[in-house]
Nanobody, 117 residues
């Protein structure tokens, strides 16, 4: 059993910053990658940022230059620094972990990020 938990969401004004954290725990023998997805009301879930165990990083175009993903793979933890937030960044943000030889995918329950004045 693998447990994934996010923290750090909240309400912030446009132009502000938030830092999300994620920790994965349980029966993890190998962590291949972690990532952040988000889902806004009425929209489908989209990948925001992704980082692999060898350090490869990918961002969706709309957050490039504003969001920074980082991870401590040995500790099964990941962070998302979000700067210059915009109202369109409002969504529930989910942490995703890809683990073990079977490449199992686990998601957290999500944390709400609201960008509004």
């Amino acid at each position: 059993q693998v447990h994934v938990e996010e923290s750090g969401g909240g309400l912030v004004q446009p132009g502000g910053s938030l830092r999300l954290s994620c920790a994965a725990s349980g029966s993890i023998f190998r962590l291949h990658a972690m990532g952040w997805d988000r889902q806004a009301p009425g929209k489908s879930r989209e990948l925001v940022a992704h980082i692999t165990s060898n350090g490869a990083i990918r961002y969706t175009d709309s957050v490039k230059g504003r969001f920074t993903i980082s991870a401590d793979i040995a500790k099964n933890t990941m962070y998302l620094q979000m700067d210059n937030l915009k109202p369109e960044d409002t969504a529930v943000y989910y942490c995703r972990a890809l683990v073990n030889d079977a490449k199992e995918v686990y998601w957290g329950q999500g944390t709400q990020v609201t960008v509004s004045s």
